[in-house]
């Protein structure tokens, strides 16, 4: 059983920063792609960024040049980097993980953007 867990998420003020950690039970490598996406009550799940097992990163147009997508391979742990944060991305953000065959979740982290 794939186990995905994040944290880091938190209240942080408008222009402030997070970085999320998400440590998988497993070799990230054997993951096609891992990423984050993030859900509100209003809204249906989202891509924020991705990243491939070849390095390629892929971003929400609404995160770029704001947030980064970023691995540690020994500790099997993938970072989203969130900075100048708006009361927009408020929402649970979730850590992905994709094979060929399946698609793994993590049980989600909050991340709340106010002052």
Same mark, same amino acid.
């Given at each position: 059983?794939?186990?995905?867990?994040?944290?880091?998420?938190?209240?942080?003020?408008?222009?402030?920063? $997070?970085?999320?950690?998400?440590?998988?039970?497993?070799?990230?490598?054997?993951?096609?792609?891992?990423?984050? *996406?993030?859900?509100?009550?209003?809204?249906?799940?989202?891509?924020?960024? #991705? $990243?491939?097992?070849?390095?390629? #990163?892929? *971003?929400?147009?609404?995160?770029?040049?704001?947030?980064?997508?970023?691995?540690?391979?020994?500790?099997?742990?993938? *970072?989203?980097?969130?900075?100048? $944060?708006?009361?927009?991305?408020?929402?649970? *953000?979730?850590?992905?993980?994709?094979?060929?065959?399946?698609?793994?979740?993590?049980?989600?982290?909050?991340?709340?953007?106010?002052?």
């Amino acid at each position: 059983q794939v186990q995905l867990v994040e944290s880091g998420g938190g209240l942080v003020q408008p222009g402030g920063s $997070l970085r999320l950690s998400c440590a998988a039970s497993r070799n990230i490598f054997s993951f096609n792609a891992m990423g984050w *996406y993030r859900q509100t009550p209003a809204k249906q799940r989202e891509l924020v960024a #991705t $990243l491939t097992i070849g390095g390629t #990163t892929n *971003y929400a147009d609404s995160v770029k040049g704001r947030f980064t997508i970023s691995r540690d391979n020994a500790k099997n742990t993938v *970072y989203l980097q969130m900075n100048s $944060l708006k009361p927009e991305d408020t929402a649970v *953000y979730y850590c992905n993980g994709k094979t060929l065959r399946d698609n793994f979740w993590g049980q989600g982290t909050q991340v709340t953007v106010s002052s």
